[in-house]
């Protein structure tokens, strides 16, 4: 029977001898393990992984809200006669009256006004003591501090995909991270005409637009979200809010404020 400081003898001497065979691996002129480039995004047709067919504008918002409810988050559609400066102080409302701590609930982490252009909001706001905070530089440690104290953020999307209401979040100047990473709760803007029906769709509009570049190589990141964030990797029980916030509310609207009631039959939106 092996001693431990025999094992542990024998297991450093095998680890040392398969780095060593890396090392001498990666010092050949062809490296073996060179992944081919990737052309997806370059074909002209893609496979889509999500159908979706003969969906609305309107269709895909409520079809948006019901994926993402299903996900653990919520949603909201602006109706005509509301404003989304309304919606979304309503909805900060709500988290303010079930906030343990309601002074984290004063401030909310945000992208710049004009990423958001969303009319109003700064004045709603402020008339209803709630200051908005657009961090400068994550660099001073004055900054960080504010920012690690805020418990909601709201920010824009890129797009937003309804079959699997996945939202992508561009990053860059006015477009600070942050915002969707530090708070406890999220606040997505999502624009009618930013819905897509899946992500093959939100690829195709880009190269029409010739924007492929633009928005997957410019910017700082580009980052996928389905919902609030999740983990179950201790003793498998799913828990909320472990690796960014807890709760994620979508508020979908178009412009001009003109919203026509759709009844939609959600079983015959998603095909087989």
Known sequence: MKTKTTMQLSSKAARKKILETLERTLKKTKNP???PETMGIRRAHLTPLTKVSGISPEQLATLFGKQLDSVS????IVQQGETLAEAILEHIARLQKNARSPSRVQK???WNLKMLNVTGLLETLTENHIKLVVPQDLH????RIEASSISIGITGVEAA??????VSLSNGPGMSRVASLLPLHHILLIPQDRLYPNVEAWFEELRNQNRIEEVLCDNSQLSLVTGPSKSADIELTLTLGVHGPRTVHAIIYKNPWSYQSTQVD????LSE
Do not use: E, K, P, R
């Open 161 to 166: 995909m309804a079959s699997t209401a996945t």
């Open 266 to 269: 959600l079983s015959m939106v």
């Open 73 to 76: 988050g919520s949603h909201h």
């Open 108 to 110: 909310i982490l945000s």
């Open 140 to 143: 001073d440690d004055m900054c």
């Open 33 to 35: 393990f060179q992944a």
